[in-house]
């Protein structure tokens, strides 16, 4: 069985064709709403389209639904924020010595310093807060105490996923809070190059959000334009903090 084919058409003559197509007459007259796209069309309504739960290297992995935190996707979410321990503390080295002033220039492990029994228990106790102005969530880690050269800190990360509606894309902004007794002494903001993106899906009366993650560092963007293959490169600000 055909689901569908591809047709050649000279360009200029793509209405005339369609016209000729649904109604057998070459000034025939069609609907607004008629099924027929270009490949250009079809390639970017099928990048566009995002199901939940179904894998693609474009799209990314169902993370949890926006609308649904805090809440029932809340442990989906902290599951997702246990996972990507080494993309969130990639950097915890440059991270310490942001906060330890003589800190020797030898690169630290992180599972030396931070090993996933801690890391996964300090996020399952994580305090997640949403905030519908801002349209932000915010999942804040439970302190956690790091000794280096005899000296004892303790770190708090702050991980806000940054929604914007006009585009659906979302950023993770990570704030790292330092403690030494009872003084807050600094805090560290960063973006983390990672990727995700949102849905939205009528459900009823109902529309919600689904959270995607795209596995990967964003270095880059780029858009390919056909039939030309002209090639145009978006930059932007700065591409990655690693």
Same mark, same amino acid.
């Given at each position: 069985m055909?689901?569908?084919?591809?047709?050649?058409?000279r360009p200029g003559f793509e209405e005339a064709f369609v016209k000729f197509i649904e109604t057998g007459e070459i000034d025939g007259e069609i609907e607004d709403d008629h099924p027929y796209?270009?490949?250009?069309?079809?390639?970017?309504?099928?990048?566009?389209?995002?199901?939940?739960?179904?894998?693609?290297?474009?799209?990314?992995?169902?993370?949890?639904?926006?609308?649904d935190v805090p809440g029932t996707d809340e442990e989906r979410l902290k599951e997702h924020v246990r996972s990507m321990k080494?993309?969130?503390?990639?950097?915890?080295?440059?991270?310490?010595?942001?906060?330890?002033?003589?800190?020797?220039?030898?690169?630290?492990s992180i599972d030396d310093i931070i090993d996933d029994e801690t890391w996964f228990k300090r996020v399952g106790d994580a305090d997640v807060e949403k905030n519908e102005e801002k349209n932000e969530i915010t999942v804040t880690t439970k302190e956690i105490p790091i000794k280096i050269n005899n000296v004892t800190i303790t770190l708090?990360?702050?991980? @806000?996923?940054? +929604?914007?509606?006009?585009? =659906?894309?979302?950023?993770?902004?990570?704030?790292?809070?330092?403690?030494?007794g009872d003084v807050l002494r600094v805090e560290k903001e960063d973006v983390l190059p990672l990727r995700y993106y949102s849905s939205e899906e009528k459900e009823g009366d109902a529309t919600r959000r689904y959270v995607f993650f795209v596995p990967g560092e964003h270095i880059d963007?780029?858009?390919?334009?056909?039939? @030309?293959?002209? +090639?145009?490169?978006?930059? =932007?600000?700065?591409?990655?903090?690693?």
């Open positions: 055909c689901k569908g084919f591809v047709l050649t058409v796209l270009t490949l250009a069309q079809e390639i970017k309504a099928s990048s566009k389209s995002i199901y939940k739960y179904v894998p693609n290297p474009n799209r990314g992995d169902y993370v949890f639904c926006w609308e080494g993309a969130i503390l990639k950097d915890l080295s440059k991270i310490l010595k942001h906060f330890l002033e003589d800190l020797s220039e030898r690169e630290l708090t990360f702050h991980l @806000t996923f940054e +929604l914007d509606t006009s585009d =659906g894309t979302i950023r993770l902004v990570r704030k790292v809070m330092e403690r030494r963007t780029w858009y390919e334009y056909t039939p @030309t293959g002209a +090639l145009h490169v978006e930059k =932007g600000e700065e591409l990655s903090m690693w």
